[in-house]
């Protein structure tokens, strides 16, 4: 079994910047892809960001250039700095990981961007 378990989010004013973490606990071996969704109220869950083997990345496009996603093994947690935020980042964010042909899901956090 994985847990996943996303922090960082908070209320941040347009142009700046936040860094979300997704620790990861259980059978991180197991984890074959590790990715970044968001949720706005009235909206589907939409990918932000993944990140396979750790390496290969793949953004929205409503992202690129802003959002940088990683994953640091050694701590086993999953990254995604965020910088000149705006309004229309404001969601719930989601970490999730492809365990064996299952996906988990974290229980997300808020990034709202407002002045």
């Known amino acids: 079994q994985v847990q996943l378990v996303e922090s960082g989010g908070g209320l941040v004013q347009p142009g700046g910047s936040l860094r979300l973490s997704c620790a990861a606990s259980g059978s991180i071996s197991s984890i074959s892809a590790m990715g970044w969704y968001r949720q706005s109220p009235g909206k589907e869950r939409e990918l932000v960001a993944l990140?396979?083997?750790?390496?290969?990345?793949n953004y929205a496009n409503s992202v690129k250039g802003r959002f940088t996603i990683s994953r640091d093994n050694a701590k086993n947690t999953l990254y995604l700095q965020m910088s000149s935020l705006k309004p229309e980042d404001t969601a719930v964010y989601y970490c999730n990981a492809v365990v064996g042909g299952r996906i988990v899901w974290g229980q997300g956090t808020q990034v709202t961007v407002s002045s």
């Open positions: 990140i396979v083997s750790g390496t290969t990345t």
